[in-house]
T-cell receptor
Framework: QQQVKQSPQSLIVQKGGIPIINCAYENTAFDYFPWYQQFPGKGPALLIA?????SEKKEGRFTISFNKSAKQFSLHIMDSQPGDSATYFC???????????FGTGTQLKVEL | NAGVTQTPKFRVLKTGQSMTLLCAQD?????MYWYRQDPGMGLRLIHY???????AKGEVPDGYNVSRLKKQNFLLGLESAAPSQTSVYFCASSLGTQTTQYFGPGTRLLVL
């Protein structure tokens, strides 16, 4: 059972556009929601994370929006660049939990 | 500071053969994890460890065993490899729960 559903599977945007990647979860005990970025041939790396006590978090060009009532969260990339082309994974874990549950990933391509 | 390293980078096995994947971290992290990554499936947790001498099952533990004899090392074993275990394996480590997981570069395993 997929506890974290991620969409879309792939996304192509033009340079300067704002790609949006969405995730939905079912387990209301989840209280930590990170996003990881993975370049081809590399391991994932933490991009940004949010906890449900805030509705939005920004770090540079990356923003997480969180909707607790809808059990959804999303990643927005402002002024996207070709260097942002990568696979993005959302994830979630419970309080005190040792395990991250990952979404299935979104392959983003930013074209010139 | 090498971070998380994995050995080997690539391996081809025949069905029924055994092998051990080695993960090492030099960040003095308590927690270590083994994931497998398959197309369209995201990252799935195989086993994890919350400290030296401890191990626990993740989401997809069948066919794998692990050991954490030293804090800096986490070994993943395949006793009798099957084609279904063809995947990219990632090791990760973290300081504690709900903290950044640092991933290694991955091991690509092909089972024929």
């Amino acid at each position: 059972q997929q506890q974290v559903k991620q969409s879309p599977q792939s996304l192509i945007v033009q340079k300067g556009g704002i790609p949006i990647i969405n995730c939905a979860y079912e387990n209301t005990a989840f209280d930590y929601f990170p996003w990881y970025q993975q370049f081809p041939g590399k391991g994932p790396a933490l991009l940004i994370a949010i906890r449900p006590d805030v509705s939005e978090k920004k770090e540079g060009r990356f923003t997480i929006s969180f909707n607790k009532s809808a059990k959804q969260f999303s990643l927005h990339i402002m002024d996207s660049q070709p260097g942002d082309s990568a696979t993005y994974f959302c994830a979630a874990s419970t309080g005190g939990g040792n395990k991250l549950t990952f979404g299935t990933g979104t392959q983003l391509k930013v074209e010139l | 500071n090498a971070g998380v390293t994995q050995t080997p980078k690539f391996r081809v096995l025949k069905t029924g053969q055994s092998m051990t994947l080695l993960c090492a971290q030099d960040m003095n992290h308590e927690y270590m994890y083994w994931y497998r990554q398959d197309p369209g499936m995201g990252l799935r947790l195989i086993h994890y460890s919350v400290g030296e001498g401890t191990t626990a099952k993740g989401e997809v533990p069948d066919g794998y065993n692990v050991s954490r004899l030293k804090k800096q090392n986490f070994l993943l074993g395949l006793e009798s490899a099957a084609p279904s275990q063809t995947s990219v394996y990632f090791c990760a480590s973290s300081l504690g729960t709900q903290t950044t997981q640092y991933f290694g570069p991955g091991t690509r395993l092909l089972v024929l």
